[in-house]
């Protein structure tokens, strides 16, 4: 977990879970404090997250974004798959164990 001592200000704070997409291709960071700190970033704000999450989380990914992590037991994973009907979305919760 990151230092309160080493962040500084930001326009536009964070919390909540960051999430992870499942993928053929791996993983990649997802979810509302995801997509909306990467795009307040975009605009050219300095965005800090406060979330829970496993040391591995893909949260390491949102570079530029100051991430302070406390440790979870668990991934918030999510997996689109499309169907004939549509998109099916589950969403899961994993131990730090799992293979997720």
């Not at 326009?11 to 053929?24: A, E, K, R, W």
Request: aromatic letters at 8%; charged letters at 15%.
């Amino acid at each position: 977990m990151n230092s309160l001592a080493q962040i500084e200000p930001v326009d536009y704070l964070l919390i909540g879970h960051v999430t992870q997409g499942c993928y053929p291709t791996g993983f990649s960071p997802g979810g509302t404090v995801s997509y909306s700190g990467l795009t307040a970033r975009a605009f050219g704000k300095k965005v800090g997250i406060v979330t829970a999450a496993q040391p591995i989380c893909s949260c390491l990914k949102l570079e530029g974004i100051p991430v302070i992590r406390k440790t979870s037991p668990h991934k918030f994973n999510f997996e689109n798959l499309t169907t004939a009907n549509g998109r099916v979305q589950h969403i899961r919760t994993s131990p730090q164990r799992s293979h997720w």
